[in-house]
């Protein structure tokens, strides 16, 4: 199929490798390098410059191996992480809803393993940047491992701060920011003083008590829009003949809240004319 | 609040405003224009080169209204269609699923009402493209002028073509290739000769025939990694009070179908050995 | 169809007619009486003693019309109600989850319209007994109504009380108590004075506030076993060639709370060594 | 505790222990018999005609277990089976959708483990009666067992059959008629002739495939108001001061179709003006 638009393996590649049982893995391609797997051994030198995307390899067992580009998903899947990574189906509506596009400028915080810090990296192009904060001074390194191991350029639209967000984010006029932090409600202040108004703001708690806590920290201050939502990902067995969901799912990730920076207060009338729709209960 | 960023209005800026009810307008600034609204009316002239985005503006009536810029699920929202279009949580798990980013060249079939067609020109950026196919003529009209309205840049991004894809497409090598049309299947061998190897394929429908009518189809093609998936998003109520889910709840808007692009048959060795997981049920 | 046990419409019984829109009504067979629907007529006096359960009828203007005894979930759709009434989804559970059976001595508060009560009843037999309590005198008319329509022998199930509880139930050492009440977190001493050791005690309530009050008072009573849960149906259009689900689902009732009644407190070692289970998030 | 209307321990009861880990253990009250935990022992002849139920025991190693009577779904799950057991949150609603209540007499096809058949022996009474048919021969033992458990009354109210149920079912004129096989296509021409008219049809099937080819053939038979549905049970962690979904639910058992059995068939005026709803997409 050497008509079908190859795309040669490269030295320093990171690519996706995945068995016909569906266990994947994800290398960088170093020469000298190989990847074993119990379908048995691939020697990376037998790709640079010779394999192509797409291309079904044979191990030295003689199971076949597809070799592909990883997506988001797979680079997320097979990224070290010692915190809780937030899920694909999150990340998707978390863009779109922080209105994030080519050329954004967001701050997020904290970085955590950097699952985030990457998809965001990924949309802003070198017009945009990511600026993550973290109080842990180890959390940049794994972010930008896993960054560095996408491309350079990627990594390059990134700015890690190691900082307290209790003291404020340096950056003012920002376009979005998200916070994935215990207590997103302690850190609205600063928050909206880093946003531009009409900047979207995000955040992802796990608890209905968050929500109740954060929800009400955005009527006292200036905040407009507030939504919470949460998203639940379905996925089904692809078998033709028996098409069914899988058994077990994810029940639960966390609860998106989401809001716009505004340059007055929204409930200055009073207290309940706010922005808080009406209660049809 | 003027020391907090102020983004000033410009003529010919789309702008998003917000009622105190949430009931939201998205219009272009044009000199002498108005926005007209069950709270009154607002001059385009009061704004332009005056107001910030963020700033609470009040209507000729007393009625206070948010100016915000629009985010891609407020465009989406005030689109004109003709056409049912992708919801919001698709569109960001689309995004990831396809591994849109900075720089992707996508195809998508068909057009419809825009939607897909903006979200994907607002990730891909100046050097990335969105190639879009449909074979009504007029579907590049609509989906043109949401595009615009979004900014003369972005549509840049755009080539539309009207085209029966069942003639093919132009492009080869494209990174990833979205398809929402009724009869995918149809369409899976010129779909895998546009794309690249390892390259990312979607296709979203509504029922679970066509579900089973496509898998079946991409075993039998070059394709690997074949997925089926649905999202399910749940809004709250956001009032700290009494915090719980909306009533009422879309139920279905489609299945989600992914795959990747391959050099050779999953299939071949048997057609059971294949990319089917196994059945566990 | 002669055949196949035909049940003949008997003068008092309680019918369901369903057009070939699907479009149902449940009317009582009084002699003299008809159906009057867009579809046209049906005179009672041509079904009693002639008609069977299972037959096509056809109206005055010849339209079709199915006539099918009620189900329950027929009955609670159409009976009278002013209040919310518990969803058959939840219905169905509810019944399991508080032990129902044939004989079992069950406590609601409140009465609402009677839909839990009409469906306990159906339960419990001659032989267990349903008391209804609530602080509404009007109340207990529309559930007898909605009750008696049933059946005279299910209505003489129910004993109905107009009372604020908080002053006490008059029974114990009944089996399960289902309060449906804003705050059911006041009423819990009275319900354990009512239930047996062991007894099954459930809630339902419309938010997360709500849930949090309510079991952390049953964390400081004699409950163990506390659950909370919520039931979300989805509703299939049933199209052979077309199977999907339907475009819109109820997105929330109430989350359901359960416990069982206890002799000695769970928690009296330490607060925390209680019931509580481990947070593993 | 005492006035707290105690029921104190039989022998022969089937008790439930749960542990302040909530583990739980269903167990026989033998005399002589004992309860043996990773918590410690507790002798039946301590319990018997001393203990009340909803006591707190203490184990030979000072571990504190509750003392309940089991519910449906505490029996069900701590049931024999080899077969997969309808799940809790199905059988609420599927006696409910069947009509099920005191008095009924059913059909259920094929028996299982007899979880199913458990919940209708109980909720039938001694004036209903519950047919049990499955063609292996030992399903009845497991099942026999399992209701024994529960008392030798309620087993009296079912009656099992060893029979392959293509050679049609002896009882005509039953109530309700539940299909938990992988073909239930095959069987409705036996189920209609074995239902009154009106009668209440429901199948359990897992797969989209099998719900088209049961709703293709209930469409072609004397069937009226067929319905699809599924329910999602979320159950919450129960911590006041983090409320929130568990981490991983069930994401699927399987879809529940209901019909009614009629006289005529429904759709002899023409193959699409019968009962199929009308597709709005």
Redesign the interface.
């Known amino acids: ?1 050497s008509n ?4 040669r393996a490269k030295s320093g590649d990171t690519a996706l490798f ?1 068995g ?1 049982d ?1 266990k994947s893995y994800v290398r960088r391609l170093e020469p000298g390098g190989k990847l074993m797997t119990h379908l048995g051994v691939i020697a990376f030198d037998d790709l640079i410059g010779k394999a ?5 390899l044979t191990t030295h067992l003689g199971h ?1 191996v ?4 990883p ?3 797979d680079l997320l899947s097979h990224a070290r992480h010692a915190t809780t990574i937030v899920q ?2 999150d ?13 954004t400028r967001v701050i997020e915080a904290g970085t955590g393993s950097g699952g985030l810090t990457l ?1 965001l990296a ?7 940047q990511v600026i993550s904060y973290d109080r842990t001074p180890t959390a940049p390194e794994v972010a930008r491992r896993n960054l560095t191991r996408t491309g350079e350029a990627i990594a390059q639209r990134v700015t890690f701060k190691t900082r307290d967000i209790a003291e404020g984010f340096d950056e ?2 920002v376009d979005a920011l998200f916070l994935d932090v215990p207590n997103p409600w302690d850190y609205l202040v600063v928050a ?2 880093a ?6 703001f995000g955040a992802l708690v ?4 968050q ?2 806590d954060l ?2 920290a955005l ?1 006292e201050g ?1 905040w ?29 990730t966390g ?1 998106l ?1 989401f809001a ?5 207060r ?1 409930s200055d ?1 009073s207290a309940d ?5 009406e ?3």
């Open positions: 199929m079908l638009s190859p795309r995945v016909k569906r192509c995307y797409g291309d079904r076949l597809y070799f592909l580009m997506g988001i998903d694909p189906k990340l998707g509506y978390i863009a779109l809803k922080l209105g994030i596009q080519n050329g998809w990924l949309l802003v192009g070198d017009t945009g003012t006029s909206r003083a946003l531009c108004g009409g900047g979207h796990p608890t209905t008590n929500v109740v929800i009400s009527y200036l407009f829009c507030v939504e919470v939502e949460e998203l639940l990902l379905r996925s089904y067995k692809p078998i033709p003949a028996r098409l069914r969901p899988d058994d077990q799912m994810i029940g639960h609860y809240v716009r920076a505004v340059n007055a929204s009338v004319s706010g922005d808080k729709p209660d049809v209960s």
